[in-house]
């Protein structure tokens, strides 16, 4: 099984010797086979050579630079895409036709099934809790609303769309909370920054996933540019957020799991004077072990047991494949 290698302490050094990358850090070196990665994680204070980073490519294994969140801020791979250009051109036509709403509503759809489930599983007894009881109903009243969204232009339903998942989320994170130790308790989602523990952690594994999937679409020559729901940003992979949204519960259950056993301690944090939790080295230490962990088990999917990374890779795989379906006489954009 290929292996993620994360290099976020600061001062550490990543080059080749004989083939091989070679690391080194303040407590001595070692050496990986790149035969046995997959994808390469570097954050600020880093220091790595061009060799290494050829080496990388051409054993196709990902590199990519996080910020102190583990979001994905830049990446190296070959000038080369494993796909078509059909399927980019398809993305655009796509992206503009009234479909994309049935798709954006699947999406989100599969957010609220895995939020109900994951309120399930904090259950205690047969007969929920009121407060997971109330997230639950409200979840099941958005979803209703789903189901009646009209297949007209995304535009006209985004903002319609947003606030369904917005209110549905808010209940979801307020059951949470509520069933969390006092110390992991927090007062509503805090992005950029995490303003408590369980943000903070949730922050750094979003980032997680969010590389995972940015790097299944890049993969599957699919541009994570190009997005449907969430509005179109410079430089932002809005199509990296509209399809994380499948997988986010994924990250909420293991941060979850971890605020439930007590073990992301405050002085793991590094607490800025404004109030922003970000992880520290042994909290990054836990927190990655653990997505990792969640993210490599295998888990039956359409039969067969297959790992969530690799589940997140066959979903872009297959919707590369219906876009290259996409009727070709259908008139492309002038560009």
Known sequence: MAIQ?????????LSVKDGIFHIKTKEGSKSVSPIKLD????QKGISTTADAIILAIQNQIAVVFVDRNGNPVGRVWSNQYGSIATI???????SQSDEVTSWVVQRLTDKMDGQL????SLQTSFDPEPHLKQGQDIIFQQKSKLEKTPVVSIKK??????GIEGTASRAYFEAVSKSLPEPYRFKGRSQHPGLDRFNGALNYAYGMLYTEVESALV???IDPYVGFMHRDEH?????TYDVIEKYRVWADYVIIKLCLEEVLFEEFFEVQPNGAYYLGPEAKRIVIQCMDDFLYEPTLFKGKQVSRKDQISAFCTSFAQELKAINDQKEEPPF
């Open 157 to 162: 339903m985004a903002s319609t769309l947003r």
């Open 235 to 239: 430089n932002k992979p809005v199509l």
């Open 88 to 94: 980019r051109k398809n993305q655009l036509l796509f």
């Open 39 to 42: 994808t390469i994680f570097i």
């Open 219 to 221: 993969k599957a020559g």
């Open 117 to 120: 489930a994951v309120l399930m």
């Open 5 to 13: 290698l994360y290099l976020n302490s600061y001062g550490m050094n």
